[in-house]
């Protein structure tokens, strides 16, 4: 319990090293959630906000549902949000350890003949760099999904397809997939330096696939990757 490990702290002479522990914990988790809420709300109310003003139609299942979520809408704009936003801001609490390795690292040891990365780098910034890619491109994920949901309740997004959908609700979501493509292309760059950590009852590190097969696909679909964010997002 927190009691009993801030006495054990405390009994060594040491508590400032927990409550400081705690302290980042409940940063991480303040920022963290904070994003992520912002982000859901954000992208909720975006669509909400350009939805087609258009005569609803009580009898299309869609609109009845609408109709009916409208007067706890604001509720559920907040209520839906906040529910993600716990989950990840307690998620980010407990990696204040690849916080804490990742800020006070310092360069050092052999370079890597491959990829020319110190050992500090695989050790501290690397594990730091994959997490964060992972929570922000699962922001983005739950961002545009409740995007997406809110401009097809309302009508922004057609069923047949998203060229028959509202030019500002094509343009929002192109935005989303951009950003999740971009953000893939940041995974598949930290993914070909994981390959040099690798390790089985043969070999550690780089075997000959990984040097001629693996990390140019890796780099391959890094470029393509960039460049298909970038299309969406012009």
Same mark, same amino acid.
């Given at each position: ?17 927990? %409550? ?32 087609? $003003? ?11 549902? !609408? ?38 690292? %310092?360069?050092?040891? !052999? ?13 501290? =910034?690397?594990? *730091?760099? =994959?997490?964060?890619?992972? =929570?922000?491109? !699962? ?41 999740? %493509? ?14 040099? $950590? ?10 000959? %696939? ?14 393509? !990757?960039?460049? $298909?964010?970038?299309? *969406?997002?012009?």
């Amino acid at each position: 319990s927190f009691w009993a490990d801030y006495q054990w702290f405390s009994s060594l002479g040491r508590s400032g090293v927990y %409550t400081r522990q705690m302290g980042l914990k409940v940063l991480l988790f303040v920022v963290v959630a904070a994003i992520a809420f912002v982000s859901v709300w954000a992208a909720a109310t975006a669509a909400y906000r350009v939805r087609p $003003t258009v005569v609803r139609d009580a009898r299309h299942p869609l609109d009845s549902i !609408a109709d009916a979520l409208e007067q706890t809408r604001r509720l559920l704009f907040i209520v839906i949000p906040a529910l993600f936003a716990l989950v990840m801001g307690l998620t980010a609490s407990t990696h204040w350890r690849l916080y804490l390795l990742w800020r006070n690292a %310092t360069p050092g040891g !052999a370079l890597d003949p491959q990829f020319g990365r110190p050992t500090s780098f695989y050790m501290f =910034t690397l594990p *730091f760099y =994959t997490w964060v890619v992972g =929570t922000v491109m !699962a922001i983005v994920v739950v961002a545009g999904l409740a995007n997406a949901g809110v401009h097809y309740l309302y009508g922004g997004l057609r069923a047949a397809g998203v060229r028959t959908s509202a030019p500002r609700a094509r343009a929002q979501l192109m935005f989303f997939l951009g950003a999740f %493509t971009l953000l893939k292309a940041w995974s598949y760059w930290l993914d070909k330096f994981w390959l040099a $950590t690798k390790s089985d009852s043969l070999i550690t590190g780089l075997r000959y %696939t990984d040097v001629h097969a693996l990390a140019p696909a890796k780099n391959m679909l890094t470029y393509i !990757a960039i460049a $298909t964010g970038v299309l *969406f997002l012009v």
